[in-house]
């Protein structure tokens, strides 16, 4: 199989792991370990943070600041030292788990392999690691749990670890405790500390540390320029052709959404600040909808919902905004609110939104697509709704779940609407609830038939789905482990099956749009946009 051309856009140092937390440099200076974080991979109307870890540990050549090796944790970087004398560099990460424990790893990094493993037996938070000799380790860890802090008067404990195979490690070989003892409780880390280390680096390189997040989506226009909005941009432009920045829409908070409307002079999008604390309490603020010239970047206007919302559009460009913010006082939420030039009376019932269960973003589509579930219980029995604004009415479609003697718990998520010799198809991405989380097999994309849903064709895969594009060729996927797949539009057969990856190292895609003929854009957890060409014959 030929595997695909990328290129990238929003490239820079240090992209790999996003807001630098700790840093350490080997003792000959040519190298040097970061432990950083991504972002949460997580907005008011989509949560994919359970499959998408946004921890990363790196470690980069000082020269030239390429990225040697990189390994994804699922605990915050707390401590990195480099071993005195063998190519290994120790990692240590943790957080309290806000409700009684103190999880965590020590991870040692071969730079030989590039291999990482788990050295504790059971997961600890590792606070601080300096190692006294090529021998001795000396580790503070947090205690294993709240009932401990009584018994110790602390959080910290210290220990040293005497060993002669650290070259020859294993998983879970440390066994604790290894005498441990009280100390003062460690400090907060000092992230800034780590920021102008790296910057420091950077500038010595003749180069600008700059943090950029989370593509949440990218769009792409018939000349080729690429559209992406992420945290702190609404909107940014880019060339097709040479790669260039042509221009940005900043924002306090993120850029959710975009919805190119009919001629590409014009793109709507959904905007949104962070929780804010106000008189002792935390506010969620409303979701800002903008409209910018596609030719400047000028905000021509905005239009502010009630409250936190999602955008639902349909090919015509007739737009709406769902609530997604839960008032327990009346027990209300979910409520449509079409937007312009439709009455800003007119709105609509869905019942409560979860940005879990009922993410349902499909492009092309001809109606106003949204999930609806149960009354009470509005994450069970969901189904597909159209809403018609020149009645404001919801009517039902089709249940989400197309085989109703498993009644099955699905959640939502990406899909397109697609024409062709078939007939009338909304092909989309889910996957099944579960208690014990996501099982293998569990994430599907399925083909349906409009607007009666049953399937033609279903597509499983072990993670999820983060977005999907579709022609009347190809169907375009991406999930949450980093893999991208072309599937046949006609029959849901794999084309093209293929690790996305930057300069040999994995990326988790947020977000897809099809630029032109086998051509992609991807937008990825650290902030930067593959342009894919996917190969016509596999």
Same mark, same amino acid.
């Given at each position: ?20 937390? !700790? ?46 090796? @990189? ?43 590039? !291999? ?23 580790? /503070? ?29 294993? =998983? ?5 405790? $290894? ?35 989370? /593509? ?5 226009? +018939? ?10 941009? *609404? ?17 306090? *908070?993120?850029?959710? @959404?975009?919805? =190119? ?53 349909? +090919? ?32 609509? @019932?869905?019942?409560? $939104? ?21 009354? *009470? ?38 899909? +397109? ?14 996957? /099944? ?16 038939? $409009? ?23 190809? =169907? $375009?996927? !991406? ?56 190969? +016509?014959?596999?």
């Amino acid at each position: 199989m030929r595997h695909p051309e990328v290129r990238v856009l929003g490239a820079g140092p240090f992209r790999e792991i996003g807001e630098p937390r !700790v840093t350490a440099n080997s003792p000959d200076g040519n190298l040097i370990a970061v432990g950083g974080f991504l972002g949460r991979s997580q907005w008011h109307g989509r949560d994919v943070s359970h499959a998408s870890r946004s921890h990363r540990l790196a470690v980069y050549r000082t020269d030239d600041l390429t990225c040697v090796h @990189q390994v994804t944790a699922r605990w915050p970087a707390q401590s990195v030292a480099f071993h005195p004398t063998l190519p290994l560099v120790a990692f240590g990460t943790g957080s309290y788990d806000g409700g009684w424990s103190y999880e965590g790893e020590l991870l040692l990094l071969d730079l030989t392999t590039g !291999v990482a493993v788990s050295l504790l037996e059971y997961p600890r938070e590792v606070r601080r690691i300096t190692w006294r000799s090529p021998d001795t380790l000396d580790l /503070v860890l947090a205690i294993p749990c709240d009932e401990d802090e009584q018994r110790f008067g602390t959080t910290s404990l210290a220990c040293s670890i005497s060993r002669d195979d650290w070259g020859r490690a294993v =998983v879970g070989m440390l066994r604790m405790p $290894y005498g441990e003892q009280p100390v003062p409780a460690e400090p907060p880390i000092d992230t800034g500390e780590a920021i102008a280390t790296v910057s420091q680096l950077c500038r010595e390189r003749g180069q600008v540390w700059s943090p950029r997040r989370g /593509v949440w989506a990218v769009e792409a226009l +018939a000349d080729g320029r690429i559209l992406a909005a992420l945290e702190g941009v *609404g909107l940014e432009c880019w060339s097709g052709m040479s790669g260039q920045l042509l221009w940005q829409v900043l924002t306090d *908070g993120t850029g959710c @959404q975009i919805r =190119v409307l009919p001629g590409e002079r014009t793109a709507l999008v959904l905007t949104h600040l962070p929780r804010r604390r106000r008189n002792g309490r935390w506010t969620r603020e409303p979701s800002v909808v903008l409209e910018v010239d596609l030719e400047n970047g000028l905000v021509r206007a905005s239009h502010q919902a009630p409250g936190p919302a999602i955008m639902v559009s349909r +090919a015509d460009g007739v737009w709406a905004l769902r609530d997604t913010d839960y008032d327990r006082r009346s027990g209300t939420a979910g409520e449509v609110t079409l937007g312009p030039p439709a009455n800003a009376d007119d709105t609509i @019932q869905l019942g409560r $939104y979860d940005l879990f269960n009922h993410f349902f973003d499909i492009r092309y589509a001809p109606e106003l697509l949204f999930l609806r579930g149960r009354r *009470g219980k509005p994450w069970r029995d969901k189904w597909v709704v159209a809403v018609d604004p020149s009645s404001a009415r919801a009517r039902q479609l089709f249940p989400l779940e197309w085989d109703a003697s498993r009644g099955r718990h699905l959640f939502g998520g990406s899909g +397109a609407y697609l024409e062709d010799a078939a007939g009338r198809t909304l092909i989309h991405g889910g996957a /099944v609830h579960d208690s014990a989380g996501l099982l293998v097999g569990n994430a599907f994309v399925v083909r349906r038939q $409009y607007p009666t849903g049953e399937p033609q064709w279903i597509f499983t895969a072990d993670r999820e789905v983060t977005a999907l594009d579709a022609d009347g060729t190809f =169907v $375009y996927v !991406v999930f949450t482990s980093g893999e991208m797949v072309v599937l046949r539009a006609e029959d849901g057969a794999v084309h093209v099956r293929q690790d996305l990856r930057i300069a040999g190292h994995p990326v988790v895609p947020l977000s897809l749009a099809r630029v032109g003929p086998g051509r992609l854009a991807v937008g990825t957890l650290d902030g930067r946009m593959l342009v894919v060409s996917v190969p +016509a014959t596999a």
